[in-house]
């Protein structure tokens, strides 16, 4: 008769594999890189202000910013230098790659008049409210 080994906490797995179904939807490095960085949005009487925390950016061309109404999209690289080609890495917890990540701000905003600043890994954006919105209005057909 063959012995089978008790592992008491068996009957969970279905469960913990649900749930990191859930908290982890996608798996790729862009879905798992919206939680990497910690954002802060605060609102005035005239500015939407966004503090990002995104420590490893070097290059002014690897951060690009995009507003669309009241949506901020962060997105871009960070980039890790290997120059030494016989280093080893036995432990890594620092991100490194692309990112992405879309906000929904609690005005809408106008992108002229933003002001950007990245400065010791901190992205502060201070965006203008836009007073008056384009009024749109849809026709309705009646027959």
């Known amino acids: 008769m063959a012995l089978v080994p008790y592992e008491p906490f068996r009957m969970f ?12 939807p996608g798996r790729g490095e862009e879905a798992l890189s919206k939680w990497l960085y ?9 500015n939407v202000i966004v503090t990002a925390e ?42 490194f790659g692309r990112f992405n990540r879309t906000i929904t701000l609690p005005a809408v905003v106008k992108a002229d008049g933003a002001h950007a600043a990245y400065k010791n890994g901190v992205l ?17 057909d009646f027959h």
């Open 124 to 140: 502060e954006l201070t965006l203008l409210k836009d007073r008056h919105p384009a009024a749109r209005s849809i026709e309705v």
């Open 13 to 24: 797995e279905p469960i913990w594999e649900e749930m990191d179904r859930h908290f982890h």
């Open 38 to 46: 910690r954002v802060d949005v605060e609102e005035t009487v005239e």
């Open 54 to 95: 995104i420590p490893g950016i070097e290059n002014k061309e690897d951060l690009h910013l995009e507003i669309d109404e009241n949506k901020l999209t962060i997105h871009g690289e960070i980039k890790r230098n290997t120059t030494e080609t016989e280093r080893f890495s036995h432990h890594s917890e620092r991100f």
